[in-house]
């Protein structure tokens, strides 16, 4: 049975920095994609960072590009999503999620089966 938990969320100032992790149990990290989501109420669920074919591809929404990082440390079984340069717009549950395929649209949340319980992220300015 496939886990994912997620974990590393947290109150920050404007500027700051958190580093999300998502710790997966029953799947291989390097196979497939695995892909960071985050959702702010009253709006719809986006990708915003994702990783495929063992970190072979790695792909960023343009509103945390060069901000953030994904990652990932096969021995641990575990994808890290390090956020820097936070603002108040990256307010959101942050969710991880996973599937054992490559995808062709790595932001469709539809094409991931496996979502972890999320992870409250919220910058104050």
């Known amino acids: 049975q496939v886990q994912l938990v997620e974990s590393g969320g947290g109150s920050v100032q404007t500027g700051g920095s958190l580093r999300l992790s998502c710790a997966a149990s029953g799947y291989s990290i390097s196979s497939g994609c695995m892909g960071w989501f985050r959702q702010a109420p009253g709006k719809e669920r986006e990708g915003i960072a994702a990783?495929?074919?063992?970190?072979?591809?790695?792909y960023y929404a343009d509103s945390v590009k060069g901000r953030w990082t994904i990652f990932r440390d096969n021995a641990k079984s575990t994808v890290y999503l390090q956020m820097n340069s936070l603002t108040p717009e990256d307010t959101a549950m942050y969710y991880c999620a996973a599937v054992m395929a490559w995808i062709p649209r790595p932001f469709d949340n539809l094409q991931y089966r496996y979502w972890g319980q999320g992870t409250q992220v919220t910058v104050s300015s």
């Open positions: 990783v495929c074919r063992g970190g072979v591809y790695s």
